[in-house]
């Protein structure tokens, strides 16, 4: 009898992948490939075609080892698709890092209202492209044409859901997602959605992440190889999808810090208030899965960290000891925000300060060479201090409490010393690393899983465990002297 297993779609912006997971949890099988987007008459495109080609493709080869009970999809956000009345692509894909992205930048918030008006009412901050309605706008205004034909709209987990089963339909994370479609206090499609005709191009019924968008089409079951009655999750944004195993296993007060190039900051939050300091800094709320606002930061560590790594011969070895010798003198700053729209201090200059001498970012990557190898491992201890406090306060932004876990994935989770600096700046909260691996793919799988029987999530949460290792409080010596000085240079 053959294993069964749920194979999940993990669709990243340029890294495609197909994990088979087991009713344990555990990976059987994996592919990967590398599928980029297009142009198509001067607009940047998603090769939705290739992608679906690719995943048959695959999916039939691991189908003949393997009983596939359901798929499950997860997607980066910021995208959907347009369909006309025959159900066919109205037109490609619509890319988020399309240049042409600008041609309505300024233009959107004319028509419907200033960045801190909309933020308020939307959750929503202002990050170019990513924002969803601005890309429908875009259509609308620019390919009058191609709007004219719009019958339907899909965000892009469920459009592939649909790809595979013929179904249509709606669920929380994506609308949720920096679009500018979603009144949060209302539960509601907003002014600026209704304006633009996407709750008629969407449609009102919300189904969970997990709901089954039907079993797969039978042309596609046959040629794969699946049973006919393989079932299709109807998709989950990717951080959603992360953050999702720890709200099956029931974790209460807890955030998780996700890092990597972009590091993103979710926390669960009964609050929509957002201050003026945080929408400055673009905080915003996302949907979970269970439809409840979730606070949400974005910074770019691992940017910040590759930039001003580059500008010394050394490698990273700090240690606890190189920190502390940092903070005792209070001469080495290193002041991340490589990008101005994902910093946790807006409207500083990025920077390296050494004494009495300030080295601007901008400077640095014109003038080029390893100006700071001579302060070896101190450099780095200073760099990764800043991140960390940097790190800090995007946690008090999302609202973190007294006794809140913090959970760290992700490349830092391997980087001690910006893990001892971040504990040591919030003592009264835990700290903890996971044994959480591709957290995309596996919270997708658990949709998946609860698809293809019918198990609440609560259960599905017993079928798996998140192993943690606690991050110790370690005394850093005068560290409140240090960012107190941090914070003036900012």
């Not at 596996?442 to 019918?454: K, L």
Request: with cysteine; charged share 20%.
């Amino acid at each position: 009898m053959s294993t069964g297993a749920v194979a999940v779609l993990d669709v990243g912006k340029t890294n495609k992948k197909l994990s088979l997971y087991s009713r344990k949890f555990e990976v059987l099988e994996e592919e990967r490939t590398t599928i980029g987007s297009r142009d198509y008459n001067g607009l940047e495109v998603e090769d939705t075609e290739e992608i679906l080609r690719w995943f048959l493709k695959v999916l039939k080869k691991l189908a003949s080892n393997y009983e596939i009970h359901a798929i499950a999809i997860t997607t980066h956000g910021a995208t959907f698709a347009l369909l006309d009345e025959h159900g066919n692509l109205a037109h490609p894909v619509i890319s988020y890092t399309s240049e042409r992205g600008a041609e309505v930048q300024d233009e959107f918030y004319d028509v419907f209202g200033s960045r801190t008006e909309l933020h308020r009412e939307t959750c929503t901050a202002d990050i170019g492209f990513c924002n969803m309605a601005k890309v429908l706008y875009f259509v609308k205004t620019r390919l009058p044409e191609t709007w004219a034909t719009c019958r339907h709209g899909l965000f892009y987990g469920p459009y592939f859901a649909y790809e595979l089963t013929g179904t249509m339909g709606l669920e929380p994370t994506y609308v949720g997602n920096h679009t500018y479609f979603w009144d949060f206090a209302g539960k509601a499609w907003s002014t600026v959605a209704r304006k633009l005709g996407a709750d008629r191009l969407f449609g009102n019924k919300m189904s969970s992440s997990w709901e089954s968008a039907g079993s797969v089409k039978s042309e596609l079951a046959r040629e794969c190889g699946l049973p006919a009655d393989c079932k299709v999750a109807l998709g989950i944004h990717d951080s959603n999808a992360n953050f999702l195993p720890y709200l099956a296993k029931g974790y209460d007060d807890f955030l998780l810090n996700s890092t990597g190039t972009w590091c993103v900051l979710m926390r669960n939050s009964d609050s929509l208030t957002l201050t003026d300091a945080e929408i400055e800094a673009k905080v915003f709320f996302n949907q979970d899965a269970l439809g409840r606002p979730v606070r949400t930061s974005l910074v770019t560590l691992g940017m910040d960290y590759d930039t001003f790594s580059g500008f010394t011969d050394a490698k990273d070895m700090s240690d606890i000891d190189a920190v502390k010798q940092v903070i005792e003198s209070r001469e080495l700053f290193v002041v991340p925000g490589v990008l101005s729209d994902a910093t946790a201090f807006p409207g500083a200059t990025p920077r390296v300060v050494d004494g009495e001498t300030v080295y601007a970012l901008d400077a640095l990557q014109e003038q080029g060479g390893q100006l700071f190898t001579a302060p070896g491992q101190h450099y780095f201890a200073a760099l990764n201090l800043g991140l960390a406090i940097a790190t800090a306060r995007m946690l008090a932004w999302c609202g973190i409490k007294k006794g809140t876990t913090v959970f760290i994935e992700g490349g830092f989770a391997k980087n001690t010393v910006y893990c001892a600096s971040l504990a040591a700046l919030c003592p009264e909260q835990t700290f903890a690393l996971t044994s959480m691996k591709e957290g995309t793919s596996f919270g997708a799988a658990i949709t998946g899983w609860m698809a293809a029987t019918g198990s609440s999530l609560q259960n599905i949460g017993k079928k798996f465990t998140i192993e943690t290792t606690s991050i110790p409080y370690r005394d850093l010596g005068n560290l409140d002297a240090y960012t107190t000085a941090f914070n003036d240079l900012v």
